[in-house]
């Protein structure tokens, strides 16, 4: 059964950084491409950031600047490292996997900027 568990939510204020992870049992990890989706109250689920398995990322140009995708194939995790946060970076943050499409989610980790 495929797990993706995210870790490094938490409060901090704006100005701040924090580094989330995620842990997948997934295995051949290495073929996936990863993703970071985000959730805001009242809010569709948007794409934060993606890392492909060639190591290609791509950012939301809200963030483009601000937060750093990568990926660790020997640990089988991939991190998102958020500095200067801001309070609309407030939301639920999901990590997925997929091959062409993203086919496994995480159950989210809350990360909550405030102003």
């Known amino acids: 059964q495929v797990q993706l568990v995210e870790s490094g939510g938490g409060l901090v204020q704006a100005g701040g950084s924090l580094r989330l992870s995620c842990a997948a049992s997934?295995?051949?990890?290495?073929?996936?491409?990863m993703g970071w989706f985000r959730q805001a109250p009242g809010k569709q689920r948007e794409l934060v950031a993606v890392?492909?398995?060639?190591?290609?990322?791509n950012y939301a140009d809200s963030v483009k600047g601000r937060f750093t995708i990568s990926r660790d194939n020997a640990k089988n995790t991939v991190y998102l490292q958020m500095n200067s946060l801001k309070p609309d970076d407030t939301a639920v943050y999901y990590c997925?996997?997929?091959?062409?499409?993203?086919?496994?989610w995480g159950q989210g980790t809350q990360v909550t900027v405030s102003s």
């Open positions: 997925t996997a997929g091959r062409a499409i993203f086919t496994y």
């Open positions: 997934l295995s051949g990890f290495s073929i996936y491409d």
């Open positions: 890392i492909l398995r060639s190591g290609s990322t």
